[in-house]
């Protein structure tokens, strides 16, 4: 069966300090994958999405950036936080069969402050 | 393009009594819909979902939802909420064929009250 990790779990960084938020997937194959932040109280904002290795589209300018190094792994970063980047971020990946349906991991909890 | 509408932020429901948490979406093609539920400081997971078929689906924890695409809603209800069930809840559409991404809504958090 396939799983969805995230980590840190929570993280508390000053501003201007630099960022990096781990997700892998287990047990599928060229799995679409995509980065959300959910501000308190709010809903999801589709920040970054990839269909394969390397290959990443941007929804939103910001200071953050996305890598896909290798199939099942995908990364969030920042070279200097912002207060507003404080959020509930959450990585997800797409099922095979395209449908839209998607898998999200635990999420992390980034306090910048 | 499409969109996705949840008018209700917060709905209270006592506890057993049943409830309904609407959704429309707009579409110029034919769409899948997905209901998601998230609980405190945890990621969506998938409640119900239409791909074809019924239109009436049955997902995990007693919930369904009907698909009425005259009205383009995609109602979600419980004949009888519990404790348990208090959570946000956020309904999605994806254009059907081939790869598109999804749309979510804001979300509906349900507070079920004892």
């Known amino acids: 069966s396939q799983t969805i990790h995230q980590w840190p779990a929570t993280l508390v960084q000053p501003v201007g300090s630099p960022l990096s938020l781990e997700c892998t997937v287990e047990?599928?194959?060229?799995?679409?994958l995509y980065w959300y932040r959910q501000a308190a109280g709010r809903g999801l904002q589709l920040l970054f999405y990839?269909?394969?290795?390397?290959?990443i589209s941007s929804e939103v300018p910001q200071n953050l950036s996305a890598s896909r190094p290798q199939d099942r792994q995908f990364i969030l970063s920042s070279k200097k936080l912002l207060l507003s980047d404080s959020g509930f971020y959450l990585c997800?990946?797409?099922?095979?069969?395209?449908?839209?349906?998607?898998?999200f991991g635990p999420g992390t909890r980034l306090t910048v402050l | 393009a499409q969109s996705v509408t949840q008018l209700d932020s917060q709905v209270p429901v006592f506890e057993e009594a049943p409830v309904e948490l609407r959704c429309n979406y707009s579409s110029s093609v034919s769409v899948y819909l997905f209901w998601y539920v998230q609980y405190p400081n945890q990621g969506l997971q998938l409640l119900l979902k239409y791909l074809s078929g019924s239109t009436l689906v049955k997902g995990i924890n007693g919930f369904e939802a009907e698909f009425n695409k005259s009205q383009t809603s995609f109602h979600l209800r419980k004949p009888s909420v519990h404790i348990s069930d208090t959570a946000v809840y956020f309904c999605?559409?994806?254009?059907?064929?081939?790869?598109?991404?999804?749309?979510f809504g804001t979300g509906t958090k349900l507070q079920v009250i004892p």
């Open positions: 999605a559409v994806s254009p059907s064929g081939g790869y598109q991404k999804v749309t």
């Open positions: 047990g599928t194959s060229n799995p679409n």
């Open positions: 990839s269909v394969g290795i390397g290959q």
């Open positions: 997800a990946w797409e099922g095979q069969g395209k449908t839209g349906e998607q898998f």
